[in-house]
Nanobody, 123 residues
Framework: QVQAVESGGGLVQAGGSLRLSCTIS????????MGWFRQAPGKEREGVAC????????FYAESVQGRFTISRDNAKNTLYLQMNSLKPEDTAMYYC????????????????WGQGTQVTVSS
């Protein structure tokens, strides 16, 4: 089974930046499309950014377009999310996930999930 571990979360002020990382094990990253998802208290989990197996296709939620960048280094089995110009509304638990079935950035098609890393943006 694919195992994913996220890191890089923390507390930042509005306008600041963070880079999240996700390393997978028991699998080769280039076999999977990957995504970053987030869930704030009282809200549904939502797709933030997703990337195809090769890294050539990407998807971003409208709320983060122009601010976040998803990338992958298949040789290192690592997925990244560069987050710039952070806003308080970006505060959430961020999850890394992998899929091996058709889809784009819908939570329902991602089968393998990390434990999450907390991102808190202060005003």
């Amino acid at each position: 089974q694919v195992q994913a571990v996220e890191s890089g979360g923390g507390l930042v002020q509005a306008g600041g930046s963070l880079r999240l990382s996700c390393t997978i094990s028991d699998a080769t990253l280039d076999d999977y499309a990957m995504g970053w998802f987030r869930q704030a208290p009282g809200k549904e989990r939502e797709g933030v950014a997703c990337i195809g197996w090769s890294g050539l296709s990407t998807f971003y939620a409208e709320s983060v377009q122009g601010r976040f960048t998803i990338s992958r280094d298949n040789a290192k089995n690592t997925l990244y999310l560069q987050m710039n110009s952070l806003k308080p509304e970006d505060t959430a638990m961020y999850y890394c996930a992998a899929r091996d079935r058709p889809g784009n950035c819908e939570t329902s098609v991602y089968s393998y999930w990390g434990q999450g890393t907390q991102v808190t943006v202060s005003s």
